[in-house]
Every structure is written in C-alpha cells, then in structure tokens.
C-alpha cells in the first residue's frame, strides 16, 4: 500500500464517521444505567421513527458513568459545552445548573399528564426548566412474612414488649407496617437484631445506608420531617438544630450503637443496601421506590408501605430528574420539539411502559394499572406524603446535603457528638443558604 | 558552544517546551489565578481576586488539617509497610527470582490493576452479604469484623493500598539485591558469615539508597492518594477517610469553591517541592 493510498483510506475513514456524527442532530446526555435509559432509549425510537420529522431533528443519547455524572454535568454546563442539546437535572440541582440553562414552554398537555406537583419539581424560581421524567420518593420495605408470624405469636409479642421496655422506656406492642410510628420502626428494627434478640431469624432488624453521600440524606430526611423537622423556616432562619433532627438523629444513632442495622452500614450506599435486604438478613428497610422490583424480586414476601409516621405525619421525601435546554445548544429548535413531545401523553405513558417512572397525575395513572401499579402508588404517596425541604431547590441545595451527609454520618459513626454535629451543620447551613 | 549549534538545540527543544508550557504551564497559571480569586462556577471567566483569602479559609478549615493528618499518616504507613514487607520479599525471594524470572512476573500482578478498580473489587469482596471473604468468614467462624465499619475502615484502607504496592518496593528491592556483586557474598560465605549478619551487614547498607528512593516514592503516592480509597467507601463518616485529594476534588466539584479547592492543591504542591528539593539532598548526605 502506497502513501499516498494510505492518505485516501484515512481521508474516507474520517468523512464516515464526520458523516456518522452529523446525523443524529439533537444530543441528549441521560441518567446512564438504570431504569430510566432504557424508557428513554425507547421513546427515543419513538420520537426517530415519526415520518414528519426532519433528519436534522432526530434525537441521539448520549451516556457517561453515573460516577461523579452531576460533576462533570457542571463543569460541562460551566464551559458552554456544545456536546450535548439537552441534558439531565434533578430538583435539587437546578439552581445550580440554571445559569446555564435555559427555560422552556412544554406541551399543553403536560399539565393534565404530570399535574402542578410535579411540574413545580423541574421549576426554579418560578420558570419550567425540565420536562419531569422520573419521580423518586421513598417507600418502607418489610418482610411481611416475619411481621405476620410477629403479629401471631403471643411469646414473640412478650418478647417484642420487653425489648422496647429496655431499650425505648416503654412496653410496645408489634402494629402492621402501614401504622407505624418511627418509634415503632426502631422497636421492630431492634426485635429483628439476633445481638439483641438471639431468636431473631435476620441477622439485623434494619439497614441505613449511611455513607458521607448526599443521596443518603435524602432517604434519612423523611425521618426528621415527620417530628416537624425543616432547613428553614419561612423568615429564612436555619431550623435544623432542633427538636426534630436530634430525635430523628438520636434514634438512627441507638440503631447503629445497638447493631441493628450492619456496623459497616456506614459505607452503604443504595446498591449495597439492596444486597443486605436481598440476602435475608434483613427484616425491614426505607429505601427508594426504584429499588421495589429488585427487592421484591430477591425477597417474594416482601411488602410495601409510605415511611413511617411522627408527631406531625407521614412524609416522604420527594424529587424529579428531568431533561432539560442547555443554554449552548447547538441545534435549540430541534431540542425543544423533543422536550415538548416529551411531555405530551403519548410520551409519557410509553417511558412509563419502558420501564420509566414518571410522576403521572391520577387520570393518566389510572391508564397504566395494569402494566405499572407502583406508578399508580409513587403518585398517591406524593400527593399525599411529599415533601420538599424549604431551600431544597436553592442553588446550593447539594451543597446542603453534602454537609449534612458528613456531620451526620460523623456522628453516627461516633467520630462526633450530636451537639458538633448541628452546629455545624446549622453554620454551614447558614453561609450555604443566606 | 557555537551559535549554530546554540541555535540547533533551540529549534530540536522548541517542540517540547511548547508542548509542556501548553499541557503543564497553562493549568498552573489558571490554578494559580484562581487560587488568589473568589471563582465559582458561574464566574469561571470573571474572577475577581481576593488576596490571600482563599488560604486563609483554608487554613482555618478544620476539615483541612483533618485531610492533612490522614494523608499524613496513611502515607508514612503504608510506606514503612510496603517497603518492610517489600524488602523481606526481595531479600528472601531473590534466589528464586534468579533462577525462575516469571515468579517476578506473577508477584508484580496487583500494580497492574487501576487503583479506581482495586477499590471496587475490595467494595464487593468485603461486603458483609455480598463479599466472599466475610461470607467465609461467618460460615466457618460465626463472625466476621466489620472491615469497611467505622472502627477497622483505615485498617483495611491501609491494607489495600498496601497489598497493591508492595510490588513496587519488591521490585526496587529486588534489582538493588541483585546488582550487589556476587563475590562480596561468597567472600563474606568464606569467612563464615551467617545469613543474617551477611544481610544486616552487606546486603542491607548497599541497598540503602533504595530503601529511602523507595521510602521516599510510596509516602508521596500514600499522600495524595485518591482513587481506591475514594471508590471503595468515598470520604468516610464525618469525613474520618479524606485524604488531601478528596478534599480538594469535594471543595471544589462537591461545593464548588473552586478558590479554596485551588488555595489547598497549591499549598500541597509547595509542600511537595520543598519536600521534593530536599529529598536528594537528604539522600547525597546519607551517601556520603
């Protein structure tokens, strides 16, 4: 082979693939790895295989790792990045990432499909910056199979009573899952503990994952926010050094000091607390409603209910990741006809069908009972349970969890007392929210 | 030298110091501007500056000095352990290498692995219900440790590094033992001189100057190290495994004080340098 025929085969090899990068026109950079890639590889086909739409219009997905995704998103978005026309947000980041992003008008359908509640999960000061793809909020999983033999054995009753008298000052009795009290969860989580009750058949009564990760606040956040618990209050003064943290705190701590939840639980994050319930060895467990199909998969009795309840309710905490409009796009026109038939019905029941989980208003719900009735359940506990921290979509709301993620997790791994713990927080807070 | 040939080598570095002003010289500038700035990432091309304040935040953050310490002291260990173990292994190996060099090729497999994939692998087998070694662990003993809970977390991070690197002072230690002439051995063997004494007498003082090279590399590595700890349980419990790294990768992506993030890689860059200028010093007078 000549040079010069070597020069011409790289001329052509390079005019392929110029040609392979120019025909999708509209790049959307997704949430890699999960559920929501595989609905959002599917309506993609959808959207590319309508005849009116121009080949400069059609739609190529783009995924990187999950590891570090929000960071690189932001350095990305930060550089004016034209790799991507669209790209994920979640609630709690949108403030963040807003400046560089711009607000889009959905379809008029999308009120009716989502409803004002979700909608408000993709807005940030008062302007739509996503359309909401998926919804999560958190669910209690149990084994029904050990509540039920709990509930039926008069001894194991006696013995449930005792332990609570020991250990929370009073003779409790067992309740079903759905009217629990978090008191309760903490009595059944130290009955099912074989170091507290070696008659137990798990090995730990529960598990909280509880590594310095943001993520894992969030799951922990519903436990405060039943006792009254909030960031803020409505002035604007940090509330977290309160009543309702350090009871919420106060009890995950016994939980951990007494090992009912596994001692290296403190470097769980969502997948290794999946693998404790899956292995049986656990009898309940707060987790999100992503993880029902592999729990109930690994564990057939298991059931599910809203988190348990406090003094002032039950709550869930709630939050959306949606697409939305990179300010550099390249191909905008393009983008936003993908956003706004994102939020059309059509689109949102085939994500849904595609293995999605979309924050659907009942009437759209309803249509989809038979193939995903969790959706139907995710939509009655956020309408009923959700709840968003006050400054929970601020700019540096991540920022917020961080720092509670590392004091938090300090204190119940015993490297600080509760006391540094929430006035740390709370002057971290302070500067982060002012 | 000629003008010529003055001009010749110019025109033949040319290249490669363009090259390096433009991959090293350009992230050192903007690191340094932005290290004296009050940068976010929405300011990212209007930094304003600030003076020395980003250090001064630095240096009243406790959680700074709570990374300098465990960096500190993850670095000094694992460096002893490496390098112990490392020339206990070369030393007592060596005949075997001599005479079967692939057994070297077999020793030297865990420092092929990325370090970001050593922490994973660690954060699957050391899984209470997933991982093999506490699942053997129970079934045999009836107890496992926790070994990724808050009282043996450093222990193991400590291990793991060490396990991974201890080829690399092996393989130092190695080359240093064999290139100690032979006769120096058979003359010592002849005037009947024991092992031990043959090693803490001979072999030992030759190898010095390798043992503190190979010190001196494994602290710097412990110091800064990020990856396998960062994957295998990220920064800890109220931050007990942040290393200087995964401060500096948090305050800057996690919480997006880019200064600070910046202010703190420059302190530990200057700590380094003297460190750095001082270490052949340090070893020249050993020589001597």
Redesign the interface.
Known sequence: MTFKTCLHASVAALAMMASGAVNAEVTVLGWPGGPEETALRAVTEIYNARPDLAAENKVELLFTSR??FF?KL??D???GSTAFDINLIATYSIG?YA?FMEPITLSDQAGAVFGDTVLKTMQFDGAQYGVPTDLSLHFLYYRSDLIDALLADDAAKAKYSEIAMKHLGKAMEPKAPADWTWEDFVANALYFTQSINPDSPTRYGTVIQ????LFNMMVFHSWPRSYGGNWMDDAGAITVDSEAFRTALSQAKMLFDLGAT???S??YEYA?AN??Y??G?VAAMVQWNAAAGELTAAQAATGTSAPPAGPDGRFTHIHGLGLGLNKAAENKEGAIAFLQWLSTEEAALAYAKAGGAPGLASETAAKLAADRPDLVQVGEYASTYGFVMNGGTSE?A??VY?VQA??F????????DLDTALKNTAAAMTDLLK | MTPRRSVENALLAGPLVLFLLAVLGFPTLLSLIYGFSETS??T?TTPQFSGLKNFRDVAADP?FWQAAWFSLRFGAITALLQCGLGLALAVYLAPLARRHGWTVAILIIPMIVAPAMMGLMY?LV?????GPVPHYLYSWFGWSP??????N?FKTVVVAETLQWTPFAFLLFLTACQSIPEDLREAAAVDGTRPWRLFWKIELPLMMPTVFVALFIRFIDGFRVFDNIY??????????TTSMSIYIY?TF????EIGKALAAAILLFATAFVVLAAAPRLLRGRSA
Do not use: I
């Open positions: 590891d570090g960071d932001q350095v978005l930060a550089a963040r400046p509880a590594k310095n990760l596994p001692p290296d403190t470097s290794e693998a404790a899956a292995s060895q540096n991540l920022s961080e590392k004091e997790t300090g204190y119940w791994a015993g490297t600080q | 990432f929405q990212l959680a954060r050391l899984h209470e219900f997933a926790s070994f990724l809970g808050p009282a977390v994957t295998l349980v990220g920064a800890g419990p109220g931050g007990s948090e992506l996690r919480r997006g």
